[in-house]
């Protein structure tokens, strides 16, 4: 039997990454907007007050890196660090850190992007390419306001350019590896393979983070400017994402039949 577009819409409700008190809340002020504009405005309030509280954080987490008060830890840091280095952790912090450059990010949204799109997802891949993309220019746009020097505690395990605040690597691996375990997430039809998708991101992503500081190219605030920012972006194209497919449904139930995620399982 056929779903209805009400039906549709509830099973897309229970599938979807934002809390389900929240998602009632949006969807019962959207259902009370005069116009489809109000209505997107209502739901990207979730993507805004996430994108707000990482950027409140980040400002806080830049205004000590500035002010120099972070010094002493940042240092504590990498000097620790840079007496546990071994020839096979030194292979193994390389291999993590190549996944967050620029070019392999950009690969893999690509690849990634493509599979969505020849598989009817065309909202996430227009979203894993922004989210990707804007990424990039972001932190480009960023070392050039904040430009730290590099750290010199310890000789480089790697070469590195552009300045040092918020580190490229982290934030590229937050967002590319963040947003593609969200939307395979979104696929996963048993809970226990959602979870491991999300782990999975989770070990890449602190992978990549931690390679940046063992090969002495990042200091530890460096890092964590780059993943909070970087999450914080995230979130607000994972937020329009929701907000475009649930009002799409609204006008259109049929548009977005493909990109249902599949019914939720217990299991």
Same mark, same amino acid.
């Not at 209502?42 to 509280?53: D, K, N, P, R």
């Given at each position: 039997?056929?779903?209805? *577009?009400? #039906? ?15 998602? $009632? ?48 830890? $940042? ?14 952790? $030194? ?59 590099? *750290? ?13 605040? *918020? ?54 605030? $460096? ?21 475009? #497919? ?22």
């Amino acid at each position: 039997m056929t779903p209805t *577009p009400e #039906q549709r819409s509830e099973r897309r409700l229970r599938t979807s990454a934002l809390p389900r008190p929240l998602l $009632d809340l949006f969807r019962h002020a959207a259902d009370r907007a005069e116009s489809l504009f109000g209505a997107l405005g209502i739901f990207l309030i979730a993507g805004f007050a996430v994108a707000l509280a990482g950027t409140l954080a980040f400002a806080e987490l830049a205004e000590h890196v500035r002010a120099g008060s972070t010094n002493g830890f $940042d240092d504590a840091v990498l000097t620790w660090l840079g007496r546990q280095h071994t020839p096979l952790l $030194d292979t193994i912090m390389l291999e993590f850190t190549a996944i967050g450059t620029g070019s392999v990010v950009l690969m893999i949204a690509g690849i990634s992007g493509m599979f969505l799109y020849l598989t009817r997802h065309k909202y996430s891949a227009l979203l894993l390419l922004i989210s990707t993309a804007g990424g990039i220019a972001l932190n480009a746009v960023m070392k050039l306001g904040f430009h730290r020097p590099r *750290p010199h505690i310890f000789a480089w395990g790697t070469n590195a350019v552009s300045s040092s605040f *918020p580190s490229g690597h982290a934030m590229n691996a937050a967002i590319v590896f963040g947003t593609v375990a969200y939307l395979a997430a979104r696929l996963q039809k048993h809970l226990r393979w959602r979870i491991a998708t999300l782990l999975a991101a989770l070990v890449l992503i602190a992978g990549t983070c931690l390679s940046r500081m063992y090969l002495g190219v990042h200091y530890p605030t $460096d890092v964590a400017g780059g993943v909070v920012i970087g999450l914080a972006w995230a979130g607000l194209c994972m937020a329009a994402l929701e907000s475009l #497919q649930i009002l799409a449904m609204r006008r259109a139930p049929e548009i977005l039949e493909s990109e249902e995620p599949p019914p939720e399982n217990s299991d």
